[in-house]
């Protein structure tokens, strides 16, 4: 790539000031979301009462950072990531899910400024595409903000630049917000008390609040979602407490661990533990692996929203209704 003279101005992204040089590439530009081709969902179920603002995963497990080259590929890799998870939203909320230029899964091993630097790239899109949809598409209609790994960290961003302070385009959207889904990472006491509208869920209809959780065995000291030394909020999604009661599986109304497969009722049930992470009790590691290598043995983290589906399915149509009836 030739070099590029270096760009000074600097914007507002990720909640800090970043200079654009930051956010890869020599400032490359956003993607351009009046494009259909940049959605993977648009607008998916126009008759529901709410739309769900949905964030992939991560599906690229080969780019050194991030995903510039979004191939038809890679594309797919989207859609059927994201076909898994939309049994949870589609019967509550129209779905929009946007490419973006995301994190490999690489990127999760750089730290510092390195790390920030493909967050901000990823980012970038993200926001972007909300700034698109909002514009555009929303007419003042309820938001659920949804994603799973590399997505819930996204939602927390969009939460950090769009849904702080007294504008009036904040205080709208926070009572629009009918809930985050910021499943499979982390929120911690720093994010609260530096966001005030990020807001920890504390039972199963409160509004406007940040569903997180992750987890594993137990026998886990830390991995790239709760690292080590870092303990974060979490609420248990079959009895819907935050304190460390055991949910028994019998709560459980159905895993499901492939899209479209029939829901496995009382596999495993799960309580919170020291960290905040989800202690999945009546499974082992040597069923469900952590498949990933940047997991240790005992984490559980591709499994996070697929153990507890049909309740989080359920969650969220309540959720929903509580928003429609406030």
């Given amino acids: ?26 400032g490359r530009k956003a993607l351009d979301y009046s494009n259909p081709e940049n959605w993977a969902y648009f607008e998916d179920g126009a008759d529901k009462p709410v739309d769900v603002f949905l964030i992939c995963p991560t599906v690229d497990t080969k780019s ?25 939203y589609e019967d509550s ?17 750089l730290t510092g400024k390195d790390y920030e630097k493909a967050k901000a790239t990823a980012y970038k899109d993200v926001s972007a595409a909300f700034r698109w ?19 819930s960290e996204m939602c927390i961003e969009l939460l950090k630049e769009y849904f702080g302070g007294d504008s009036e385009e904040a205080e709208k959207l926070r009572e629009q ?9 982390r929120v911690t006491a720093e994010d609260v008390a530096e966001y005030p509208q990020i807001v ?54 159905g895993a499901v661990m492939a899209a479209g497969a029939e829901p496995i009722p009382e596999l495993c049930g799960g309580y919170i533990g020291d960290r905040g992470e989800i202690v999945v009790t009546d499974v082992t590691p040597a069923d469900f692996p952590p498949v990933l290598g940047i997991f240790p043995e005992g984490a559980y983290h591709i499994y996070d929203y697929m153990f507890y589906f049909t ?3 359920e969650n969220i149509a309540k959720r929903t209704d509580a928003w429609l009836n406030k």
Avoid: H
């Avoid at 514009?135 to 799973?148: K, M, Q, V, Y």
């Avoid at 917000?177 to 990472?185: E, N, R």
């Avoid at 409160?206 to 979602?225: H, K, P, R, W």
């Fill in 1 to 26: 790539m030739k070099t590029l003279k270096k760009i000074t101005a600097v914007v507002l992204s990720i909640g800090m000031i970043i200079s654009l040089t930051a956010c890869g590439i020599g």
């Fill in 311 to 313: 309740n989080l399915k």
């Fill in 177 to 185: 917000l009918v809930t985050v889904y910021a499943i499979g990472w």
């Fill in 93 to 109: 909320g129209r779905l929009f899910s946007p490419y973006y230029t995301q994190m490999s899964i690489k990127a999760y091993e």
């Fill in 200 to 253: 920890p869920a504390e039972g199963e209809e409160d509004l406007g609040t940040v569903v997180a959780f992750d987890c594993e065995d137990g026998n886990v000291s830390g991995t790239i979602i709760i690292p080590e030394g870092v303990t974060t909020y979490s609420i248990n999604p079959l009895n819907w407490k935050t304190d460390g009661t055991v949910a028994d599986k019998s709560l459980n109304k």
């Fill in 64 to 88: 050194e950072t991030n995903s510039f080259d979004l191939n038809e590929k890679l594309k797919s890799n989207f859609v059927n990531a994201l076909d898994m998870e939309r049994g949870i």
């Fill in 133 to 151: 949809y909002l514009d555009n598409e929303n007419d003042g209609r309820g938001i659920i903000l949804a994603g799973f790994s590399q997505g």
